[in-house]
């Protein structure tokens, strides 16, 4: 193994992408630095010395959300322990829903109404008729549309998916499967997970009484919440997703084996992070409400 010399990146520090570019470069092991780190333009790797070289490590994610400052509604990426508030100028409220690499989507209210965007952060692009962007995957997401319909977009088209006597809704989008509900009236009415292949919708009850939700996915891992609280699905089995102490929890999206959600404690809406074993307080500073509902 050649270890390249790092002298200017201190413990802790964060790389940029032209300089994991060159390490990359200097490498023998390029491609597996590539596949198991996965890259990114407008993402950092945090590096660590060692006496033989330099071990590279990264949290691999950022987290996007809603927090309330002063009575407004703003949108926040979390990133290595830093948080940064979003807002789309000309808007009067924020919400960011999903992010992957270098690309976050939500939607904003200008002029009164819901504009669905995607965005580097540099720039908005909004999304023609489109009410809310829920979740992306490479150049396909999951939206509301200006009547309130909920579609996928693949390749610039939309495909609106159904389920016999029930109102869908989708939340996330992974591959060809996209996630959500499927609601049907009723007193009370009754809530399914959904799965949507692009074409066909199957449900899922888990026992609720009530609700059933699918909120996020990544792979073969679904996330989602019920009467019982949040969620993870892989399938075949399920495992609890509760912050200790909180009135109520629900998870939201998925990325590997982190789940983001919101849970609620004394009446604060405070979100969270669990990689599978921990839970980490998501909380922007000087707010009063935050939601955490996308990572990637």
């Known amino acids: 193994m050649i270890y390249p010399k790092l002298d200017k990146v201190r413990d802790g520090g964060k790389m940029s992408v032209e300089l994991v570019n060159g390490l990359i470069k200097r490498t023998e092991y390029a491609a597996d630095l590539l596949k198991q780190y996965k890259c990114v333009a407008g993402t950092g790797i945090n590096i660590k010395q060692r006496y033989d070289g330099a071990t590279i490590g990264s949290t691999g994610y950022r987290i996007v959300g809603s927090c309330t400052i002063e009575g407004v509604f703003t949108g926040f990426v979390y990133d290595n322990g830093s948080y940064t508030t979003f807002m ?6 924020t919400t960011l829903l999903g992010i992957q690499g270098s690309i976050a989507c939500g939607f904003a209210t200008i002029g009164g109404a819901f504009k669905g965007f995607t965005t580097d952060f ?32 693949v390749n610039g088209s939309r495909i609106v998916p159904t389920y016999p006597g029930h109102t869908v809704d989708l939340f996330a989008l992974s591959g060809s499967l996209a996630v959500g509900r499927a609601v049907k009236a009723g007193a009370p009415p009754k809530t399914y997970g959904l799965i949507f292949n692009g074409s066909t919708s199957e449900i899922y009850d888990f026992g609720a009484p009530e609700i059933t939700e699918f909120r996020g996915i990544d792979g073969t891992k679904i996330s989602g919440r019920d ?30 084996t982190n789940v983001v959600g919101v849970y609620t404690v004394s009446s604060q809406e405070r979100g969270f992070l669990y990689d599978g074993s921990a839970y980490t307080d998501i909380f922007v500073p000087g707010s009063t409400r935050t939601i955490a509902l996308g990572i990637g």
């Open 88 to 93: 789309v100028p000309g808007s009067t409220l």
């Open 122 to 153: 540099s720039e908005i692009n909004f999304i023609n008729d489109c009410q809310q962007v829920w979740d992306i995957d490479g150049a396909n997401f999951v939206g509301v549309s200006a009547v309130g319909t909920d579609f996928v977009s």
């Open 227 to 256: 009467f019982v609280g949040g969620f993870i699905y892989d399938g075949s089995a399920i495992q609890r997703v509760l912050v200790p102490g909180a009135l109520t929890t629900e998870a939201y999206k998925i990325y590997e």
